[in-house]
């Protein structure tokens, strides 16, 4: 089967430049591994998640959100807006295709793509003049190598796998990442009542999501560090000194941090109180496991009865893609900086690749999209 362009995933990235490429009357063409669109956030997100950012900066191209849409919106919320979107712009994804291969055929000039098609066991095969790899970098859970994970005797789950707290009422339960995702679930354990612990290795930001949305809205108009001093002061002035709870902050400001290294501040939903109070325990980093029994860093070990990782997501476009040396580097993330990270030879992109969450994807898919129309239209 032969399109003018092929996206492989049909999560958020590939929604988005399947709609900009349909808003340019642009073939193309959706395979995903799933039987779902979104399939992160229906399938392997917890239920009390909400969009951290504020809507203005979680909208995809051409599709603002409804009249009366609160700012910060609720997973549910969210997917009713991928709902609308989807068909709004008739985005028609072949779900159940796995990707085995993709490679450029030199000679033909265009992407071959092999899926296998899950349901019939068959292998299919696609053409196109250009591929988008949308498939992101959240695509698979990364649990760390620990000495001894192997002989836990408790539960031991990928953040990705945590619905919610209730089962592990009244247990004692780590949470290994001190991202949003850890601090939000090691919150959601305390207040299904487990007896909550959660590793911190490095110092962090702490901002309530009021902060980071006057932060990334004074982005537009005021240099980084002005604003990076400003959004710390008001950390300070609501949260204080936090070192003494193990929560020690940087020297570098939560902007300049993510832009460098990609990793975002601590959006509070409530976990910093119950440290303050005692409810909720930081430990520092995790050495080795001894059947129930963890060893921390400062020589100190407790007994568990679940562990959920937090550890974020690693991609697996590698595992695939045959060809791509030009645009992705040795662990499947882009070669070059933001914002020259999203094309490479022979008609190949990527999407969801620059940890700038729904903002940095909705303005990859209109480049991408707009490159492509450009390069159909001279000939």
């Known amino acids: 089967m032969e399109e003018v362009v092929i996206i492989i995933g049909a999560g958020p990235s590939g929604l988005a430049t399947s709609a900009c490429l349909n808003v340019l009357s642009i073939p193309n063409i959706v395979l995903e591994r799933e039987n779902c669109f979104a399939s992160l956030w229906r399938d392997r997100s917890y239920d009390r998640l909400k969009l951290h950012l504020g809507k203005q900066f979680c909208q995809l191209p051409h599709m603002p959100y409804p009249s009366g849409t609160p700012t910060f919106i609720p997973k549910d919320g969210f997917l009713q807006y991928l709902e609308d979107y989807v068909s709004h712009f008739q985005i028609n994804p072949r779900y159940h295709r ?3 291969s993709a490679s450029y055929d030199k000679v033909a000039g265009k992407w071959q793509v092999v899926a296998k098609n899950t349901l019939s066991d068959e292998s299919e095969v696609y053409l196109g003049k250009f591929l988008v790899v949308a498939t992101g970098e959240n695509d698979e859970g990364f649990i760390p190598k620990i000495p001894g994970l192997d002989s836990f005797g408790g539960k031991f789950m990928h953040c990705s796998n945590y619905k919610n707290g209730k089962r592990f009422a009244e ?5 290994v990442g001190c991202g949003n995702s850890g601090m939000e679930i090691a919150y959601d354990l305390w207040d299904h009542g487990a007896v909550t612990s959660v590793v911190v290795r490095n110092p962090v930001h702490v901002l309530t999501k009021e902060m980071v949305l006057i932060g990334m809205t004074l982005l537009k108009y005021i240099p980084r560090k002005v604003v990076d001093c400003f959004i710390v002061f008001l950390s300070k002035l609501s949260y204080g000194d936090l070192s003494s709870y193990g929560l020690p902050r940087p020297s570098e400001g939560p902007f300049y941090l993510k ?4 990793s ?7 976990t910093i109180e119950k440290i303050k109070k005692g409810e909720i325990q930081v430990v520092p980093a995790v050495m080795k496991i001894e059947g129930d029994y963890v060893h921390f860093s400062n020589e100190k070990m407790n007994r568990f009865d679940a562990i ?10 590698l595992k695939w893609l045959k060809g791509g040396e030009d645009l992705f580097n040795d662990d499947g993330m882009p070669k070059r900086t933001v ?10 992109y990527c999407v969801g690749f620059a940890s700038q969450g729904l903002f940095g994807i909705a303005r990859d898919a209109e480049y991408i999209a707009n490159h492509i129309n450009a390069i159909v239209q001279r000939k």
């Open 308 to 317: 959920i990782f937090a550890t974020g997501y690693k991609t697996t476009v």
């Open 171 to 175: 247990k004692e339960v780590l949470v």
């Open 259 to 262: 832009d460098l290294t990609r």
């Open 339 to 348: 914002p020259n990270h999203w094309n490479g030879k022979n008609g190949l």
């Open 264 to 270: 975002s501040p601590i959006i509070d939903v409530g």
């Open 98 to 100: 796995f990707v085995v």
